[in-house]
C-alpha cells in the first residue's frame, strides 16, 4: 500500500507542479504561459466523453494497433525463431530483414500509401512494421542463448524436431519473446499515432492533429493523456501475460530499504542413537 501511495502522490504532484506554472504564467525559460492548465484540460477532457466523436477515434485506434500488433507478434516470433534454428533462412531472410530494420517505420508512409489501396490498410502496415522488428530480434537472441544440453536431453530421450520446438525453444524463449513484445507495443503506439496524423480518417491521433491545426491546445492534451493511458494500459496487459506464461521462471523479491530477507536458521539435527536418561546417573549407564 506504500508504494501505491507513493505513485499516486508522485502523479498529483506532477499535476499540481502544473496547474502551478500554467495558472501563474510562469515564463523562465520554458513558457508555460502557452500552456493550458490542469483544470482546462479536465472540462475539455469531459466535454470529449459526452460525445461520440471521442469514441469513435477510440475504437479506430484501438482497432488498428491490436491487427497490426498481433500480426506483428505472430509473424516476428515464427521469423525470429525461424532464423535463428535454421542457417538457410539466416542466410537468405538475414541481410534484407537487416537492411530494412534500421529504416523508421513512420519514414514508410509514403510506401504504405503507394502500395495499399486505403488508408486503413496502410496505418495497420505502419503498425506492422513497428512491432515486427523489435519482436524478431529478441526471438531471435532469446533462442540462440538456450543452453544446447536442454536440447541434446530431448533428442536422448527420443524427441523430434516438432517435440524440440515446443518444449524446449518456444519456452525457453518466453523472457525474450514478451521483452520484445513490450518495446513493439509501446514503438507500434507511436508510430500509428504518426500515421494517423498523416494520413488517418478518425483516430485519436488524427483528432490531436486537427485539434492543433485549430489551435484547440486542451483538445491536444486531452489526445496526449489519451494515448498515454492506452500505451500503459496495452504495455501492462502485455506484461501481466508474460508473466502468467512464464511463472515456471524464478522470481526476485524486491526488499524496501535494501535489506535483504531474514534467513530462517535451520534446527541443528538430534545426535543419533539413544539419548541418556535424566533419572539416572551418567556413571552408571551402560
Not at 35 to 59: E, M, N, S
Not at 189 to 206: F, K, L
Not at 245 to 274: C, D, E, K
Amino acid at each position: 500500500m506504500t508504494r501505491y501511495a507513493l505513485r499516486v502522490a508522485s502523479l498529483a504532484a506532477a499535476l499540481g507542479l502544473w496547474q502551478l506554472l500554467t495558472s501563474r504564467d510562469v515564463d523562465l525559460w520554458l513558457r508555460f504561459s502557452q500552456f493550458p492548465t490542469v483544470t482546462d484540460v479536465a472540462r475539455a477532457f469531459a466535454g470529449r466523453l459526452a460525445g461520440p466523436d471521442y469514441w469513435t477515434d477510440l475504437t479506430d485506434s484501438l482497432t488498428r494497433i491490436l491487427s497490426g500488433f498481433l500480426l506483428a507478434a505472430v509473424l516476428g516470433v515464427a521469423g525470429g525463431v525461424l532464423v535463428a534454428r535454421s542457417r538457410l533462412a539466416e542466410d537468405l531472410l538475414g541481410p534484407l530483414l537487416e537492411v530494412v530494420r534500421p529504416i523508421p517505420a513512420i519514414a514508410l508512409v509514403p510506401v504504405a500509401i503507394l502500395l495499399f489501396p486505403s488508408n486503413e490498410q496502410g496505418i495497420v502496415f505502419i503498425t506492422f512494421t513497428a512491432a515486427f522488428f523489435p519482436v524478431l530480434v529478441s526471438t531471435r537472441h532469446a533462442v540462440r542463448a538456450l543452453a544446447p544440453v536442454w536440447e541434446e536431453a530431448v533428442r536422448t530421450m527420443g524427441g523430434g524436431r516438432w517435440r524440440i520446438l515446443g518444449s524446449v525453444v518456444l519456452p525457453g524463449a518466453l523472457p525474450g519473446v514478451f521483452g520484445g513484445l513490450s518495446v513493439g507495443i509501446g514503438v507500434s503506439w507511436i508510430c500509428v499515432i504518426s500515421a494517423e496524423m498523416i494520413s488517418g480518417q478518425y483516430g485519436v491521433g488524427y483528432r490531436t492533429w486537427q485539434d492543433y491545426t485549430v489551435v484547440d491546445y486542451p483538445g491536444v492534451f486531452v489526445g496526449m493523456v489519451t494515448i498515454g493511458v492506452l500505451g500503459w494500459l496495452t504495455s501492462t496487459a502485455v506484461e501481466l501475460l508474460g508473466r502468467r506464461l512464464t511463472r515456471w521462471l524464478p522470481r526476485t523479491s524486491y526488499v524496501p530499504g535494501g535489506r535483504a530477507p531474514r534467513r530462517v536458521r535451520a534446527a541443528t539435527p538430534a545426535p543419533a542413537g539413544p539419548r541418556p536418561r535424566k533419572d539416572v546417573p551418567h556413571d552408571q549407564l551402560v
